[in-house]
């Protein structure tokens, strides 16, 4: 099978590119700036896009079953208005570029994976959350819409889609995680905020397998959450890491702090969702995962991301 993953530089794309390679299938990352990158395992090729348009990297994706995008600039810095509107237009030119390379494809993928958050739902306390939820009003519910939309054309093509909204990655190569471990190593970690705000966390592992059971699953289509079936608070979470970890999880970090600190940001650890599964659940997908300790130890000891 070939795979094209745009945004495969980042921790989810090399997560996916190295568990596909391992099984030897073709993995064409897009890259904005291939020379700067390394290919994360032998069988993946980084070639150059500029996040655009459809340029040379449609001839070399020409064949490819399934098309990952997974492209957007980072939120995690101060949102300033400019930031913003890089959030926003980076994944909207994205997806308009898959588009536009998948129309003059002779063959067209099978399926196009398209990737948002559980952002897409807006803070919503400690009310469960499906895929029938509806979308929330806030930047980052915006933002989810945005990029949803940005490849939804291709489904007039007749390329199935699917939309992972993810929750918290874990993973001790980056993200949420991997930014609270050397805290805790060093004794100051605790809550954050109230810690009463519900994290939506899947490990890595899970992460990948989910998505690659969507790409081989012909009856998958549509938005799909991507998180474990068992979200915690905040405080649950900070206490399973300090347990798997061997230190306490007891000096909080007071919400007004970070809000001083990341501004408007500050909405992503502050405000919660409590989203689960469900369309995951009822195709019958098999979560490795479930309890958040568990999931951190393995990662911790095992040395296994994928």
Known sequence: MKVVIT???GLMGNALAKSLAADHHQVLILSRDPKRRSSPAQGVEIVRWDGKTAGD????????EAIINLAGA?????????????IVDSRKEAGQAV??????????PEVVIQASAVGYYGPRDDAEITEESPAGNDFLAEVCKVWEASTEEVETLGVRRCVIRTGIVLSTKGGAMARLLPIFRMFAGGPVGSGKQY???????DQVDAIRF???NKNAKGAFNLTAPNPVTNRAFVKALGSALGRP???????FSLKIMFGEMSTVVLDGQRVVPQKLQQLNYNFRFIDPE?????LLYSGIEG
């Not at 980072?74 to 890089?86: A, G, M, V």
């Not at 994290?199 to 592992?205: E, R």
């Open 199 to 205: 994290m939506s966390w899947i490990h890595i592992g």
């Open 294 to 298: 568990n999931a951190i130890r393995n």
């Open 7 to 9: 945004g495969g530089t």
């Open 74 to 86: 980072s939120i995690d810095q101060r949102w300033t208005d400019s930031h913003k509107k890089l």
């Open 57 to 64: 990297w449609v001839e070399q994706a020409e064949g490819a």
């Open 249 to 255: 999880s007891l000096i909080p970090a007071p919400g």
């Open 99 to 108: 588009v536009a390379g998948i129309k003059s494809m002779a063959q067209k």
């Open 214 to 216: 969507l790409i081989e």
